[in-house]
């Protein structure tokens, strides 16, 4: 297993910055940390680059990495690892890997789960995590939406991300796109046209829009959709966590 020991190595500056979404982008790469993210990744034959390991990982995970070393194997310091880590407690392992190919058009077909400028990254990663639970087909990200190469949207996907399409596309043009081909398309509204979720039929094929946590989902992409719901109320809260509202309507479907 290759080694390095300092942390002022070029490969290890390089890597620090995928800290930073710009440098992300620029790289095409970004960091995941912990063994459950990293084997998730292989197994879904995600484009691993490097996995570094301190001395914590070694003890810990030594029999999964018998099995699996090869040269993309690297040994770090603790020091390294704590520099490349978000996390107060580094797991021990993290990962370098390419980010996808999306060159690839998306179907507009099936069940979609569509973001509109979601910023919270916790519930990001949730509604992803929940989309793939639920058997969506895939779930795109429109403007203003957290990066979901944002370690805090990693760690709430748990690998969902490896499960299912994510595209970060305009709405508007994939509304157009799902309409075009007679999928419905439910935007979440509380107002006078709108109708309590319990009433919807459940579907095989529809596209869900959910929106920001303060502001709901933007007038212009409201002015599109085939339906307007929303959840009752039955207690004194003002509202649900924008996560946990796509939850109830994604499972309402199935």
């Given at each position: 297993?290759?080694?390095i020991l300092s942390s002022k190595n070029t490969m290890m500056k390089e890597l620090k910055k995928l800290r930073i979404k710009k440098h992300r982008e620029a790289q095409q790469r970004y960091l995941i940390e912990g063994f459950h993210l990293i084997e998730e990744a292989i197994k879904a034959h995600a484009e691993v680059?490097?996995?570094?390991?301190n001395q914590r990982g070694i003890e810990e995970w030594a029999e999964w990495i018998a099995l699996h070393e090869d040269e993309r194997f690297i040994f770090v310091t603790e020091e390294i690892l704590s520099s490349l880590s978000e996390v107060p407690t580094p797991q021990g392992m993290l990962a370098v890997v390419?980010?996808?190919?999306?060159?690839?058009?998306?179907?507009?077909?099936?069940?979609?789960?569509?973001?509109?400028?979601?910023?919270?990254?916790?519930?990001v990663g949730t509604m992803i995590r929940t989309a793939d639970a639920a058997g969506l087909t895939g779930v795109v990200?429109?403007?203003?939406?957290?990066?979901?190469?944002?370690?805090?949207?990693?760690r709430a996907m748990q690998g969902s991300n490896y499960h299912l399409p994510l595209f970060r596309l305009p709405l508007a043009e994939v509304i157009e796109g799902f309409q075009k081909n007679g999928i419905s398309v439910y935007g979440t509204e509380l107002n006078k046209e709108a109708v309590a979720y319990?009433?919807?039929?459940?579907?095989?094929?529809?596209?869900?829009?959910?929106?920001?946590?303060?502001?709901?989902?933007?007038?212009?992409?409201?002015e599109m959709v085939d339906q307007s719901v929303y959840i009752p109320i039955v207690g004194k809260a003002e509202s649900?966590?924008?996560?946990?509202?796509?939850?109830?309507?994604?499972y309402h479907f199935l």
């Open positions: 297993m290759k080694e680059e490097w996995i570094l390991i390419k980010m996808p190919d999306q060159e690839q058009g998306m179907s507009h077909h099936g069940r979609w789960l569509l973001l509109d400028n979601v910023q919270d990254p916790g519930n990200l429109g403007s203003g939406c957290a990066d979901i190469y944002n370690t805090k949207v990693l319990q009433t919807l039929p459940k579907q095989e094929n529809y596209a869900l829009i959910m929106g920001n946590e303060g502001q709901g989902v933007s007038r212009e992409l409201l649900l966590n924008v996560a946990i509202a796509a939850g109830i309507l994604m």
